[in-house]
């Protein structure tokens, strides 16, 4: 079965820093690259998703990057507050034939003042 | 707009009892599915229906049971509870499990809580 990958497990980063989150998958049968944003207590929700025919999307201060060489699409938010503090998740939609809706085994970001 | 509704927001059982798990979207989507969260674990899929009258299994089915009889709802039944079944469980919908793109948005309820003691 294909595989997202995504790191790092948890990550606590200062007020203003960029964390960046990564996620790695196995083929390209995938042409969208949405990532989750999940709240304490609440359900996942939709942040911001990039096609694999650009190299990177900014949506405010969050960023998706692709690689296709490296196989790997990252989220980097900018200017880091406490309320982006949540668990990210990345997706993998699978092109035609799997009906299986996976996830990546999500980020658990604590922002710090 | 509704949205994913879920129910119950928490529940305690016993082992050994059985219970189900309400969820209906409002949306008119096709596909509809289970996940548990576990610490570390991430999202694991449970079961899913791509349709009213069709089900298949996900990731993690064992001791868990649901039915599609309309478009609207898939209940979750967990046929005789474990302490291992203790997790946050999530109904999703979206408009099909085919075809990328923003119309294809995932939508989730708000999560049951659900401890097996």
């Known amino acids: 079965q294909q595989q997202v990958k995504q790191s790092p497990q948890s990550l606590i980063v200062q007020k203003g820093g960029i964390p960046i989150i990564n996620c790695a998958y196995e083929?390209?049968?995938?042409?969208?690259f949405p990532w989750y944003q999940q709240f304490p207590g609440k359900g996942p929700a939709l942040l911001i998703a990039?096609?694999?025919?650009?190299s990177e999307k900014k949506e405010g201060r969050f960023t998706i990057s692709f690689n296709k060489s490296a196989k790997q699409f990252s989220l980097h938010i900018m200017d880091s507050q406490p309320g982006d503090s949540a668990t990210y998740f990345c997706?993998?939609?699978?092109?035609?034939?799997?009906?299986?809706?996976?996830f990546g085994t999500g980020t658990r970001l604590t922002i710090i003042p | 707009n509704a949205g994913v509704t879920q129910t119950p927001k928490f529940q305690v059982l016993k082992t050994g009892q059985s219970m189900t798990l309400q969820c209906a979207q409002d949306m008119n989507h096709e596909y509809m599915s289970w996940y548990r969260q576990d610490p570390g674990m991430g999202l694991r899929l449970i079961h899913y229906?791509?349709?009213?009258?069709?089900?298949d299994q996900g990731e993690v089915p064992n001791g868990y049971n649901v039915s599609r009889s309309t478009t609207e709802d898939f209940p979750l039944r967990l046929l005789s509870a474990a302490p291992s079944q203790t997790s946050v469980y999530f109904c999703a919908s979206s408009y099909s499990s085919q075809g990328s793109g923003p119309g294809n948005t995932i939508y989730f309820g708000e999560g049951s809580w659900l401890t097996v003691v």
């Open positions: 997706f993998w939609e699978p092109r035609g034939g799997n009906e299986k809706l996976t």
């Open positions: 083929n390209t049968a995938f042409d969208y």
């Open positions: 229906s791509v349709g009213a009258g069709i089900t």
């Open positions: 990039i096609r694999p025919d650009v």
